[in-house]
């Protein structure tokens, strides 16, 4: 039996968390089983191509993506597929091509965008007694 060449990278932003499984393949990019183009909303689907835009469609072409998302709402979505899918180029290179075309993918994402690479950890939060919300109090009457 022969080893199928994959890694499994992940994506967070606040509560979404994208899985991207990345294997030898044709250049297939899909989330939850449809193609990258189809994605809505339409406003950023850009951001979900900016990996593929920023290293170059070259780098994608021997490499097959599968990303499972779920949980937050569509831009929390969008921003975790979007990291899923660098961080899987670069352990996918790191692994299976060279260290040196790994660094320079790493870097190049870097410079660009660091949150491709490195989770947001902002995280919303949680409501306490006494007010409406976080923060906010319940405003006070002397009658």
């Known amino acids: 039996m022969v080893a199928v060449e994959a890694v499994q990278t992940f994506g967070k932003k606040k509560n979404a968390i994208a899985v991207a499984h990345c294997k030898r393949g044709k250049g297939i990019l899909k989330v939850n089983g449809n193609p990258i183009e189809l994605l809505e909303p339409e406003t950023l689907r850009h951001k979900i191509f900016e990996p593929v835009l920023i290293v170059g469609a ?17 831009t929390s979505q969008v921003y975790a597929v979007r990291q899923a899918i660098a961080k899987g180029i670069v352990s996918f290179y790191q692994k299976y091509v060279d260290e040196q075309s790994k660094r320079d993918i790493k870097e190049t994402f870097i410079q660009y965008d660091r949150s491709l690479l490195v989770a947001d950890p902002r995280r919303c939060e949680p409501k306490k007694f006494g007010g409406k919300g976080a923060r906010a109090r319940f405003q006070k009457s002397y009658r």
């Open 58 to 74: 070259d780098k994608f072409k021997e490499i097959d993506i599968r990303v499972r998302v779920r949980g937050g709402g569509n």
